[in-house]
């Protein structure tokens, strides 16, 4: 009995210095700047365009990581529970790892629905909105539409508009510096879209195959053809049977360029490259999947070099 | 009203357009720029089409369910009886075919609205099939081993909902429900209602996400069976100040004290005082983008089914070694597992001081498939005299992120040398839209 009550002694000591440590703690400062936490590092690149020095940006995802499978970490919910605003992609891209890490967070402010909670698939325009009965025997199908929509220019100046007004409503007091940034990034962006578009131009309506379905926005843009998908069906690995048929595909429509995320194994893609002599690019789908690659515009810069030089060589 | 708004927005866009296409088409095709241009404007062309017939289609849903329009005035005669309530609606549905004044919804019922706020549904089958003979615990050749429904939603912008059934072959359990509030001040999180608790890390897990298809000898012999500390109560969690880098998370619970499946209770409530209580402290650290570690201490204390004078105690220490490159996360990983309770448990002659553990290794060998290890030993909690140990060896393949199949050898060698051989199969599907589990 002597021994008990002093483990509960003991137990009952550890459990109010933990209580005092809690309460002992300051409120959650709030700094000068906007403390944004967005999933991808695309949401983050676009963030800081219009954020500029006024905002501290973080991505909880890698840019050379698959976003549908990030592991819900613990280190991040250090990230979320200081956020004032969480930019998310949205499309249920996140709906495997990112609601735990909102509910763990303690933080009001981010929660679904809250004002520090922003979804830019709202201001983004999405393809691939599947029409009637969606079932997975489609594969791991977003019912809402394609979530890989930021790989358009277009999109990518909307979604900025849209955090812009965001940072400003979280942020009156600097609401012009913000628009200002966006202004000038629209400037910068639409000439940058006259660069790239001019340096796609000869390649208009060109055949490609990616791996996964996150290249339709980009195809759009710049009038690419994308033709076939090295997965069966979304989210399922490839198979012989489907691999021999988009080889035949390939050959019948003299596709000549694969396209891979830079998560994705390149076994199947390099054996179809060699049946078809297709060239195999990894392209980056995001910000940050190469050292170098940390802006939006490099983001463009790099993958338009990367398909200029494919499509150049197996012209 | 956004919708429609929007729409006013691209027809006036896209109204030039049309008189560009209809004026000049030969200019059109001669300039290139143009015809991009002209490219544009038909795409949004039939996006203001699919909008509109989206608009339809929301209109067509709302109409026969909408609430009635004269209800909400009276809304007090709906509480009291139903009678009227079922009547008012009649010519309501009348009056809405007609097309005609504005429709006043009530508590967000009514129409595709409602059914957009219809919690996220889902049903897991857990089907089980064991080989081999077992006298000590003994399982059936072919069993629906559990069917799992899950109900989650947000509930308001201060907490969220979660509940989760579980059918056996016969008969239903409440296997958890309970509302989560996201947003305490200063950072607390807090449930209530009946819950998995927080000791260690398996008694956490649904069957479903076991890396298994069993749990653990320890946790069958001294923490509540495949249920577990799994009782009805309240659960307090903040994250606290840690070092950089460091992430530190206090879980403190309170629940009535009944916990443990019949063969292996933990807890048990005699009286309304005989409340059982959990805490966990959890400390986790990235040692490199690819690899963390996750440690944690817990502690469980209740009333045993001796009655109110007999306390159970509880200590656990719990540690997972996580890897997973992230360039390459979908084919490979390596998760290391070890979980260490010691049990004190009071009854006549003399309190039992029983030890148990379990180590495991699962590593992916590629985006389908899984192999891992186990390895078993615990005393048995009423006699801590008494040790069973064992070991068994997994290979998962998964279909898909929906389905998985499983087959475990185990060998398990009770107290009393009691050798046994077991294979056991799994085949687990999910259906619907079942929230992600926390790390």
Not at chain 1, 73 to 87: G, H, I, T, Y
Not at chain 2, 117 to 128: E, Q, R, T, V
Not at chain 2, 141 to 170: K, N, T, V, W
Not at chain 2, 228 to 254: C, H, M, N, W, Y
């Amino acid at each position: 009995m002597r021994r008990r009550s002093r483990s509960f002694r003991f137990t009952m000591f550890v459990a109010s210095a933990l209580l005092l440590w809690t309460l002992a703690l300051p409120i959650g400062a709030h700094a000068k700047k906007v403390t944004v936490v967005t999933s991808t590092t695309d949401m983050a690149a676009l963030t800081q365009e219009v954020g500029g020095d006024k905002v501290s940006v973080e991505s909880i995802a890698k840019g050379y990581q698959d976003p549908h499978f990030v592991e819900a970490k613990p280190s991040f919910l250090l990230k979320l529970r200081q956020a004032d605003l969480l930019v998310v992609v949205g499309l249920q891209l996140e709906i495997g790892w990112l609601p735990p890490l909102i509910n763990q967070s303690g933080n009001p402010r981010i929660q679904v629905g809250a004002p520090g909670y922003l979804d830019a698939s709202q201001f983004a325009e999405i393809l691939e909105i599947p029409q009637g009965t969606v079932t997975r025997a489609e594969g791991d199908v977003h019912p809402l539409g394609n979530p890989h929509y930021w790989l358009d220019p277009d999109n990518g100046r909307r979604i900025a508009r849209g955090i812009a007004n965001k940072l400003s409503e979280a942020d009156p007091g600097d609401a012009a510096y913000f628009q200002q940034r966006f202004q000038d990034f629209d400037n910068r962006l639409t000439a940058a879209e006259q660069k790239w578009e001019g340096e796609m131009k000869p390649y208009r309506g060109r055949k490609v195959v990616t791996y996964h379905r996150s290249f339709p926005n980009f195809a759009k843009h710049f009038g690419l053809d994308v033709i076939g998908y090295v997965e069966p069906r979304p989210g399922i690995p490839p198979t012989p049977t489907h691999t021999l048929e988009l080889i035949q595909l390939m050959r019948r429509e003299t596709c000549k360029v694969v396209l891979v995320e830079p998560y994705f194994d390149l076994k199947t893609p390099q054996s179809i490259g060699r049946e078809t002599g297709a060239q195999v690019v990894v392209y980056l789908p995001s910000v940050g999947g190469e050292k170098g690659v940390e802006d939006y515009f490099k983001l463009f810069d790099y993958d338009i070099d990367l398909l200029i030089k494919a499509f150049s060589a197996t012209r | 009203m956004r919708a429609l708004n929007f729409l006013g927005t691209v027809l006036l866009v896209s109204l030039p357009g049309y008189a560009v296409q209809g004026d000049t088409p030969q200019a059109a095709s001669a300039n290139p720029d143009n015809a991009v241009l002209m490219q544009k404007i038909r795409d949004l062309e039939d996006r203001v089409i699919a909008l509109e017939g989206e608009i339809r289609q929301m209109k067509a849903q709302e109409a026969p369910v909408a609430p009635p329009a004269a209800a909400p005035a009276n809304a007090e005669s709906n509480t009291h009886a139903a009678g009227p309530t079922l009547q008012s609606q009649v010519p309501t549905l009348g009056a809405v075919t007609s097309g005609t004044g504005t429709q006043v919804v009530l508590g967000g019922a009514g129409g595709s609205a409602a059914k957009a706020l219809n919690p996220d549904i889902s049903a897991i089958g857990d089907f089980i099939s064991v080989a081999g003979h077992n006298p000590v615990q003994p399982s059936p050749s072919l069993e629906m081993h559990e069917s799992e429904l899950g109900f989650q939603a947000i509930i308001d912008p201060y907490a969220r909902g979660d509940f989760f059934l579980s059918f056996g072959e016969e008969g239903v359990t409440l296997e958890e429900g309970y509302i989560t509030f996201t947003a305490l001040p200063r950072g607390f999180v807090a449930k209530v209602g009946k819950m998995r608790s927080a000791f260690g890390k398996v008694n956490t897990l649904h069957n479903h996400v076991l890396p298994w298809v069993d749990r653990p000898l320890v946790t069958n012999n001294l923490v509540g069976g495949e249920d577990g500390i799994d009782d009805a109560g309240v659960s307090i969690e903040r994250i606290l100040p840690a070092p950089k880098g460091i992430f530190l998370e206090a879980t403190g619970q309170l629940f009535r004290g009944d916990s443990g499946t019949q063969q292996s209770p933990v807890f048990r409530a005699s009286g309304k005082g005989d409340v059982s209580a959990v805490a966990h402290l959890r400390s986790y650290r990235d040692l490199t983008e690819s690899t963390n570690i996750d440690l944690g201490l817990s502690y469980a204390r209740g009333h045993n089914n001796l009655g109110t004078n007999f306390l159970t105690q509880l200590y656990g220490i719990d540690a997972t070694l996580r890897w997973k490159p992230l360039r390459r996360s979908i084919y490979h990983s390596f998760i290391g597992r070890g979980e260490f309770t010691w049990s004190q448990r009071q009854q006549l002659p003399s309190e039992q001081r029983a030890f148990g553990f379990y180590t495991s290794g699962d590593y992916q060998l590629g985006r389908r498939w899984f192999v891992g290890g186990r390895f078993d030993r615990s005393d048995r909690s009423e006699f801590a005299n008494l040790t069973d140990q064992g070991a068994s060896a997994v290979l998962t393949y998964w279909p898909s992120e929906f389905s998985q199949v499983r087959g475990q050898y185990r060998y398990t060698r009770y107290a009393g040398n009691i050798d046994t051989n077991e294979f056991l199969m799994q085949v687990m599907f999910s259906l619907g839209a079942h929230g992600a589990h926390p790390f």
